[in-house]
């Protein structure tokens, strides 16, 4: 965490975000599309995890931003929920349901970490999180 300057640094948010992706690849094809409420459902979930990382990530605050981590470990769990539904369904193979869900794994695993580093800090913000944000152009 102290070497990340922008969200888009953080492993946690990495994760989420491909996951993500993948979601929306996933309710792009037509077997899954034609479910609307359920691509409504799954994408939601899955979007909302890298978007509390990003705004967490701007609170400056160790206790405000793992309100916001929890909340995107929540949906994480939500995503993966869906996973086992789209599988059970047979909208995904095993395998495809196997590459989500280690996904959802890891990222999940990523933000429980990060988790428990902002609660080592205490309610003190982390070195450097004073500082204003560097230039933020890719």
Known sequence: ???????EDLLAWQLASELSEDVSTLTAKPRVARDRKFC?????AAASPPANIAEGFGRFSPREFARF???ARG???????HVLKAK??????EAESAGLLRLQSRATGAVTRLLRYLDSCKGKAPAGWDR?????EP
């Open 69 to 71: 981590l929890r909340i």
């Open 88 to 93: 059970a369904n047979g909208y995904i193979t």
């Open 132 to 136: 204003p944000e560097p230039n933020l």
């Open 1 to 7: 965490m102290a070497g990340a300057r922008r969200f």
């Open 75 to 81: 949906s994480l769990l939500e995503t993966r929920n």
């Open 40 to 44: 409504e459902q799954i994408e939601a």
